[in-house]
């Protein structure tokens, strides 16, 4: 399977779009799962047990022979996949939000998409247009509008907790440009199912490094709150949601597609946080919002951002 360019817009193709709402409203929306199942248990038994239900679904669908990981030229790509995410990314993004804070690591998470545009034009000597640039220049200023200006918010100036938040930009993008191109010979099944196993792996024995252990799956069955939320999180926003995103990498611009994943997200979350969780609003976030989702609008219209398998 090789990738090539062709001349529509992401707008033009509705499965694209249908798909892209779907990871919009479920990665939006993980906030809450996330909310709900700290009630119950610590960030390191969620992420263990989260990952290890999608580690799960895909280890039964290899055991069923519906999938099968071939040997090929980009399995180095694959593998590079699995290690930067989940594992690399949350290591910084966690400590990261923990030296500083969750308003300043949203700031720094969404620099990911330009940090990719320029990643790829540097080193991968991928092509841009002035469409795609100023898309995700407009959509970075509409979530710097979004949480800049709301009430409480304040920079810590804590330097060594910037630094990490930009090992987790830096980890982001390397992530993006691995899958697409792992994609190019990949199936999405065979990324996502790798991913998967990683994370799975990887954070059961942070668990177990932590002296957590495996008392998370205990948790998590001793209520239906705790149950429901990381199934949530495991099935549709680790499982269902990066099967999506790499499906969507792998047939798209990069940068296009993570600008356009990162900014709907953006845009549920803070329009679900505002509407069901109480977070302050005002014109700063419709303002916010405006930028954000017409940045969205025009690199996704743009014709040389589109790529489809052939």
Known sequence: MTV???ENSFFEDKKLVLMMG??????????????????????????AVRWTVSMCIFLILIAVGRIRIHMDKNLPWLILTGIFQPCIYSIFETEGVRLTSTSECSIFI????????????????????????????????????????????????????????????????????CSGKAGETYNTLEVTAIISIAGGVFFNLVSIITGNGFTGFAEASKSLGAFCSVMFLGVFCSCLCYLIFNYILGRMNTAVATNISASSTTAVGVI?????????????TFVGLALTISGLWISGSDTSGKARCG
């Open 22 to 47: 779907f990871l919009a409203i479920f990665w939006g929306m993980s906030f809450f799962g996330s909310n709900v199942a700290l009630k119950y248990m610590n960030t390191f038994q969620i992420l």
């Open 272 to 284: 679900s946080g505002v509407l069901f969780a109480g977070d302050p609003g005002g014109w700063y």
């Open 4 to 6: 090539k360019k062709h």
């Open 110 to 177: 969404a620099a990911i998409p330009g940090t990719v545009l320029l990643t790829g034009m540097l080193f991968l000597k991928k092509k841009s247009s002035m469409k795609i640039v100023t898309g995700i220049v407009m959509a970075f200023i509409g979530v710097v509008f979004c949480v800049a200006f709301a009430p409480g918010f304040k920079i810590s100036a804590k330097m060594e907790g910037y630094l990490i938040l930009l090992g987790a930009v830096l980890s982001g993008a390397i992530y993006a440009h």
